[in-house]
């Protein structure tokens, strides 16, 4: 058992919370536990990697492949039944969009990479700082990147808003 001390204690005690929170838009409620263990069993053995003051965006890139991974997992075996199935889980990003309708048609024209900076940015509420460590780039390209992913989206809401 590490020392009350031991600094990863620390990171565990204060960023568990904002994990979960970040694994539970994503993925089953009852996955979220198991899931939040692993990020940090991973930070566990790589917490030398880390640079002091960058523990939650380096928190979040391992929960984004520890999610990834775990879709992966449930993909290969999923079956008809468990398609049909509804899922019981706090509202992703996306779904979060999905109550204004211009938004949810235009956040789907977005690509991919958009919506993910545009979750981590805007709905994860981190600086480019730390989206650019969650994403594995630069700040400035995180910053870039963020800004170029909101003109998209007000452009494809503009866009809407003429249509209508």
Not at 41 to 68: C, H, M, N, Q
């Amino acid at each position: 058992m590490p020392a009350e001390s031991d600094p990863f204690v620390a990171v565990y005690s204060e960023y568990l919370r904002p994990i979960s929170a970040y694994l539970a838009r994503r993925v089953d409620r009852d996955q979220v536990e198991d899931l939040a263990a692993d990020v940090f069993a991973i930070a566990w053995r790589k917490r030398d990697s880390v640079t002091p003051g960058e523990e939650l965006p380096w928190l979040y890139r391992i929960a984004s492949f520890t999610v990834a991974n775990h879709r992966r997992r449930l993909a290969s075996r999923t079956s008809l039944l468990a398609r049909l199935t509804t899922q019981d889980s706090a509202p992703s990003a996306e779904d979060i969009v999905v109550a204004d309708a211009a938004l949810a048609d235009a956040w789907r024209q977005l690509s991919a990479r958009d919506r993910e900076i545009l979750a981590l940015g805007v709905v994860e509420g981190l600086g480019a700082q730390d989206v650019g460590i969650a994403l594995g780039i630069s700040a400035n390209a995180a910053s870039i990147r963020l800004h170029r992913a909101r003109a998209r989206l007000a452009a494809a809401l503009a866009e809407k808003s003429d249509t209508a």
